[in-house]
């Protein structure tokens, strides 16, 4: 009965979202009144006030006394989406920014305005579930773990990624699945396995810095391929790239991008795929923000159309259960057994009780259930912090619209250097992360990267205010 209650709730605020979306309930519109509604729809009163109360937490309508509600925002208000950024001539050396150890070192400050970690709260994680899982995982794993586990990792574990792989279109066994320590853990085991020193990879642009950080340990060069915030990276500008830089493997996050929040449409997976056979170059995808869409379905991953086993398909429970945990996992295709020796010879094999625990939780289907919240939440926020910056940032300001995951890209004036911004912006006890550490071109120096991952706050609020007032004096 209340699947059913949600769902119509759902149902009759989505439809009242398109209608503002496509500008048929306009700015200042009044909305039928919660017994009208309730009437029209044949619902109860309870589920009329649902919806409303949904589309209200998104800042789409307002509740007016004695007056009934009205719709204060449309999403045609949203400022421009950011311009791809250009082709680079050539690979570069990696080297670390100290601009990102400032930043890192920042997030963990007391008291600050958080925009710059592209991570959960722990108030959106399920501790307590997570908390019962481990007790259970405890009474039920031999001598209460303490031993080592097989080097590919928990059985159970494997087993249950493997029954909800069906949610992104897979159909793997548990004999395909490698456990890891967290999706960084994953990402690196498998460049490990397909690449050697001095090679060079391709890699969106602009880039995670943790990726371009890793890229540095193994002494790779990288070459930065133009990406559309819409959909992913220029797949003809790639098939070019590949022969003439000897590219030696591709590593691409497919599902809302750090930081641009692009996602790849199926199509372009697909054809991406096709691609990388014709050059029998492997892909690393990392699919860490797949499960946090906002849509009704989740996206496509490349490696549903990997016939070939080029395709290293890497993951994490980090974003969505329990970052503390460590638990991550690869699906590495035609690379199982070099990525099984990497991982023998550096770890030996994974700790056991965190997996054992999220094993317990994905079994007894807590894990869709949390994940239905979550994204309702992200979603809720996203739109809150885009109203803001709409408001409170200068009208050149260009914002990218993610489907999902964690983060906002945003362009600002030339004449904006969002460094410079960040120290200002430190003063206040705000964070944010600066453009110019998402690529090792000297670039994106007026772009800032807002994750909208805490929940809406007069704090909140009060930062992309005050964000926005620092801007307009730099510009």
């Known amino acids: 009965?209340?699947?059913?209650?949600?769902?119509?709730?759902?149902?009759?605020?989505?439809?009242?979202?398109?209608?503002?979306?496509?500008?048929?309930?306009?700015?200042?519109?009044?909305?039928?009144?919660?017994?009208?509604?309730?009437?029209?729809?044949?619902?109860?009163?309870?589920?009329?006030?649902?919806?409303?109360?949904?589309?209200?937490?998104?800042?789409?309508?307002?509740?007016?006394?004695?007056?009934?509600?009205?719709?204060?925002?449309?999403?045609?208000?949203?400022?421009?989406?950011?311009?791809?950024?250009?082709?680079?001539?050539?690979?570069?050396?990696?080297?670390?920014?100290?601009?990102?150890?400032?930043?890192?070192?920042?997030?963990?400050?007391?008291?600050?305005?958080?925009?710059?970690?592209?991570?959960?709260?722990?108030?959106?994680?399920?501790?307590?579930?997570?908390?019962?899982?481990?007790?259970?995982?405890?009474?039920?794993?031999?001598?209460?773990?303490?031993?080592?586990?097989?080097?590919?990792?928990?059985?159970?574990?494997?087993?249950?990624?493997?029954?909800?792989?069906?949610?992104?279109?897979?159909?793997?066994?548990?004999?395909?699945?490698?456990?890891?320590?967290?999706?960084?853990?994953?990402?690196?085991?498998?460049?490990?396995?397909?690449?050697?020193?001095?090679?060079?990879?391709?890699?969106?642009?602009?880039?995670?810095?943790?990726?371009?950080?890793?890229?540095?340990?193994?002494?790779?060069?990288?070459?930065?391929?133009?990406?559309?915030?819409?959909?992913?990276?220029?797949?003809?500008?790639?098939?070019?790239?590949?022969?003439?830089?000897?590219?030696?493997?591709?590593?691409?996050?497919?599902?809302?991008?750090?930081?641009?929040?692009?996602?790849m449409p199926d199509t372009h997976k697909r054809e991406l795929v096709r691609l990388l056979e014709k050059y029998e170059i492997p892909l690393i995808e990392d699919d860490i923000y797949g499960d946090m869409y906002f849509g009704k379905e989740r996206p496509g991953v490349c490696k549903t159309f990997d016939t070939n086993g080029l395709v290293l398909l890497c993951n994490s429970f980090s974003k969505s259960v329990a970052p503390g945990y460590r638990v991550g996992w690869t699906i590495p295709g035609r690379y199982l057994e070099k990525v099984l020796n990497l991982k023998r010879h550096h770890s030996i094999s994974s700790p056991s009780l965190p997996g054992a625990a999220i094993a317990c939780f994905l079994e007894n289907d807590r894990y869709e259930h949390h994940l239905r919240g979550m994204r309702k939440a992200l979603h809720t926020q996203y739109m809150r912090h885009l109203q803001a910056i709409r408001e409170y940032f200068p009208e050149d300001c260009c914002v990218s619209r993610p489907q999902g995951g964690f983060v906002l890209w945003v362009e600002l004036n030339p004449k904006v250097n969002t460094y410079e911004l960040y120290e200002q912006a430190i003063k206040h006890k705000i964070s944010f992360a600066p453009g110019r550490i998402f690529s090792l071109q000297d670039r994106y120096t007026n772009c800032m990267r807002i994750s909208y991952s805490n929940p809406w706050s007069k704090q909140m609020d009060d930062g992309l205010k005050t964000l926005g007032r620092l801007i307009r004096k730099l510009s």
């Not at 398109?18 to 589920?47: C, F, H, N, Y």
């Not at 309508?61 to 004695?66: A, F, M, Q």
Request: proline residues 6%; contains cysteine; glycine residues 6%.
């Open 1 to 263: 009965m209340l699947k059913t209650a949600e769902h119509l709730y759902l149902q009759i605020a989505d439809k009242l979202e398109q209608l503002i979306a496509k500008d048929v309930l306009k700015i200042g519109d009044k909305l039928p009144s919660v017994r009208t509604m309730s009437e029209e729809q044949g619902v109860s009163m309870s589920t009329a006030f649902q919806a409303y109360y949904h589309l209200e937490a998104k800042g789409l309508i307002e509740s007016r006394p004695k007056s009934g509600y009205y719709v204060i925002f449309s999403p045609r208000r949203m400022p421009e989406m950011p311009k791809v950024c250009e082709a680079v001539k050539k690979p570069s050396e990696v080297t670390v920014h100290e601009m990102v150890t400032q930043v890192s070192q920042d997030m963990r400050l007391e008291n600050i305005t958080r925009f710059a970690s592209a991570a959960p709260p722990e108030s959106m994680l399920p501790a307590a579930k997570i908390s019962k899982a481990l007790i259970q995982a405890l009474r039920k794993t031999p001598f209460a773990g303490v031993g080592y586990e097989p080097v590919q990792g928990n059985p159970d574990l494997r087993r249950q990624i493997a029954r909800n792989s069906i949610l992104w279109g897979g159909a793997v066994s548990e004999d395909e699945i490698v456990t890891t320590s967290g999706c960084m853990d994953a990402l690196t085991l498998c460049l490990s396995a397909v690449t050697q020193q001095g090679d060079t990879i391709a890699i969106e642009s602009p880039a995670y810095y943790g990726s371009l950080q890793l890229a540095e340990t193994l002494g790779l060069k990288v070459l930065e391929i133009p990406t559309h915030p819409g959909t992913g990276v220029d797949l003809e500008y790639l098939d070019k790239a590949i022969p003439k830089f000897k590219i030696k493997a591709c590593l691409f996050v497919t599902n809302f991008t750090n930081p641009l929040g692009a996602c």
